[in-house]
């Protein structure tokens, strides 16, 4: 799975580790927002790296969660989901609005191979200074640059150059920025 093979999803240890996952998300998101040093923790528990400083508006849900990297000054608003059968990774200062999913769980093409309920997985890489509005989608394998803009709704299906602001299903570029941040 790791490596982007085809795996079986129902091997007991992936349903073991997806099942940790859920107790820590689960967790996550029914602590209060007062209690900040217990979700720091939670979070360092759940996810593979948290570099600096992290925020995650409860509900939140992943797949496995050690796949998920991120770097100081993320932010993810309310109802985020991470399919992390992949690595997923976070610069520096990410945003997040509501609703954002990122995927890097695939299914075979072909019907009788997606029958035969194996899986696999592209990672997913979002680079320092990115904006990603609500309900937008990262689909497996996108890469977003430094200080791009996803605008809200919009679904990724390809990669987003530096500098840029996109929009629209599949997103396209509409304006790029002058990257002095």
Do not use: K, Q
């Not at 349903?15 to 927002?33: D, G, I, K, M, P």
């Not at 680079?127 to 996803?150: E, F, H, K, S, T």
């Amino acid at each position: 799975m790791r490596r982007g093979e085809p795996y079986d999803p129902t091997d007991p240890e992936l349903v073991a580790e997806r099942r940790h996952a859920r107790e820590l998300t689960r967790r996550y998101n029914r602590s209060e927002a007062s209690e900040a040093e217990r979700r720091r923790e939670l979070l360092e528990d759940l996810f593979g790296t948290v570099d600096g400083d992290a925020h995650v508006e409860p509900p939140f849900r992943c797949d496995y969660g050690y796949n998920l990297h991120v770097g100081g000054g993320f932010f993810a608003n309310f109802g985020c989901v991470a399919l992390d059968v992949r690595r997923i990774e976070f610069g520096e200062n990410c945003l997040l609005g509501p609703g954002v999913h990122v995927y890097t769980a695939t299914h075979p093409l072909d019907a009788a191979e997606r029958a035969a309920g194996l899986e696999s997985g592209r990672p997913v890489v979002v680079g320092d200074d990115v904006w990603i509005g609500g309900r937008a989608v990262l689909n497996p394998g996108v890469a977003v640059g430094d200080r791009a803009v996803v605008a809200s709704g919009a679904v990724v299906t390809r990669d987003v150059p530096p500098d840029t602001v996109v929009r629209g299903n599949p997103a396209e570029v509409v304006r790029e920025l002058d990257g002095e941040g």
